[in-house]
C-alpha cells in the first residue's frame, strides 16, 4: 500500500500490542469481575454470555490484529511469515467461532431469539467474509499457490479486504458493547456508574486499536532516509 | 496513497453516490413512513428526534463522504476543487452539528439523560475530530497555506486521518441504528418485522457507502496501461 511518507509502522504495532493487551484486561475484568465469571455449562445462563466478549474480543479482534501486524513486523523469511499469518487468523476465526456458539447457546438456553439484531447480522457476516478471506488467502498465497502475476495483482485486493473485514470485526465489538450495555441499563445498571465506563472505555481502546492495527499495516515497514542529505563517513 | 494496481477510483465513486441515495431514501422512509415525520419544535417529541437520523446521514455521513470523493472525482483545476471539498466538508459538519442538537433537544424536551452511551460518546468524539481536521485542512492546504514541505508531508497524514474520522462516523451511524432499534423493540417493536429490517438493512447500505468512499478516496483516478502491451495506430 505505502504512501504514509515519514511514517513507520513500528510504532503503531507497539501501540497495537499494547491496546490489545489493554482491551483484554478490561473485556476480563468486566466478564469475570463485574459479570460473575466465565463457564460453558451453568444454570446461571450468564456466564456462557460471558464467554461471548472474551472469545470475540481476544481471540477474535485482538489475535485477528495480531496475525495482520505479524506479516509486516516479524524478523522471518517470507514464507515463515506467512504461515505464522495463517496460522494465528485460523485460530482468531476458530476462537471467534465458539464465541459465536456461545451467544447461540446462550440465547437458546435462556429463550432469548437470535439473529434479529445489527450486531448480530454485522458479526456474522463478518466471520463468514473472514472465512472467505482466509481460504482464498490460503489458496492463492500459499497452496497450492496462483501463478505469479496473479499473486501480484491479488495482493492489494488481499490486503484492502483483509482490512476492510477486520474493521467490520471492530465495529462488530462496538455494537456488541453497546447492545449488551443498552439490555443492561435497561435492567437498572446505573448510565453512569462504573460499569458502564469500563465498557464504554473498553470500546473506545478496540478503536484505537483498530486503527493501529490498519495503519501498522498501510504504514511501510521501514522508511527512506530524508533527500538531500548523505551519512558522512567517519572511517 | 495509491497501491490498487488495476482498479480506479471511478467505480467505487458511482458506488459511493448509488449507496448515499439508496441509504438517504431509506432513513427518510424511515422516519417519515414509519416514524411519523420531522419537526423542530413539536408536542411529539419524537418528530424532533427524528431530525437527528435523518441530518446525521444525509447532512454529515453522505454529504462528507461527497466532500471526500469529490476532490478525486471532479474535472477541476487543484484550487477549484479544494474550495468544493471544504466547502461540502463544512456545510457537512454544520448539519451534523445541527443534527446533534436535535438530540439534545429531544432528550432535554422528553427528560432523557444525555451522553451515557456509547453510541453519544463516539458521535460527539467524531464530529469534535471533524472540526479540527477541517480547521486543520483549511489552514494548512487553503489559507494562509504551510510551505511546500510541510503541506507535502501533511497530505498523507490529512487524507488518513480524515478517512479514520470518516470511518468513525460510519461506526458512530452503525451504533445509532442499532440503540434507536433496541429501545423501540424493547418498547415492543416486531424484532423480525418490516421496520427493524428496514432499518438493519439502512445500517448494512452505509457499511458498503463508508466502504465504497474509502477505496475511492485511496484507489488512483486513472490506472496505468497494462504494460506489454502498446496500442497499435490504425491512422
Not at 196 to 202: C, E, R, S
Request: aromatic share 14%; net charge neutral.
Amino acid at each position: 500500500m505505502g504512501g504514509l511518507v515519514g511514517v513507520s509502522a513500528a510504532p503503531f504495532t507497539y501501540a497495537a500490542h499494547v491496546l490489545g493487551v489493554a482491551s483484554a484486561a478490561m473485556v476480563l475484568v468486566w466478564c469475570v469481575h463485574f459479570r460473575g465469571g466465565l463457564a460453558f455449562e451453568s444454570t446461571n445462563k450468564n456466564l456462557i454470555f460471558n464467554l461471548h466478549p472474551v472469545l470475540m474480543l481476544i481471540g477474535f479482534v485482538i489475535l485477528g490484529g495480531e496475525a495482520i501486524v505479524s506479516y509486516k513486523a516479524l524478523p522471518f523469511s517470507k514464507e515463515v511469515k506467512k504461515l505464522i499469518h495463517l496460522i494465528i487468523h485460523a485460530i482468531a476465526a476458530v476462537l471467534g467461532a465458539v464465541g459465536i456458539y456461545a451467544a447461540f447457546k446462550f440465547h437458546n438456553e435462556s429463550g432469548i431469539a437470535n439473529l434479529y439484531s445489527l450486531h448480530s447480522w454485522v458479526g456474522l457476516g463478518t466471520i463468514c467474509l473472514y472465512g472467505i478471506q482466509w481460504i482464498f488467502g490460503f489458496v492463492t498465497f500459499y497452496f497450492p499457490g496462483a501463478a505469479p502475476a496473479l499473486r501480484r495483482n491479488a495482493l492489494p485486493w488481499h490486503v484492502l479486504f483483509g482490512l476492510f473485514v477486520y474493521v467490520l470485526a471492530v465495529a462488530a465489538a462496538e455494537l456488541g458493547f453497546l447492545e449488551k450495555l443498552t439490555f443492561l441499563q435497561s435492567s437498572g445498571l446505573a448510565k453512569y456508574g462504573t460499569e458502564a465506563f469500563l465498557v464504554n472505555f473498553t470500546a473506545l481502546v478496540v478503536i484505537l486499536l483498530g486503527a493501529s492495527v490498519v495503519i501498522s499495516a498501510v504504514a511501510p515497514a521501514e522508511v527512506e532516509p530524508p533527500v538531500g542529505y548523505s551519512r558522512i563517513e567517519t572511517d
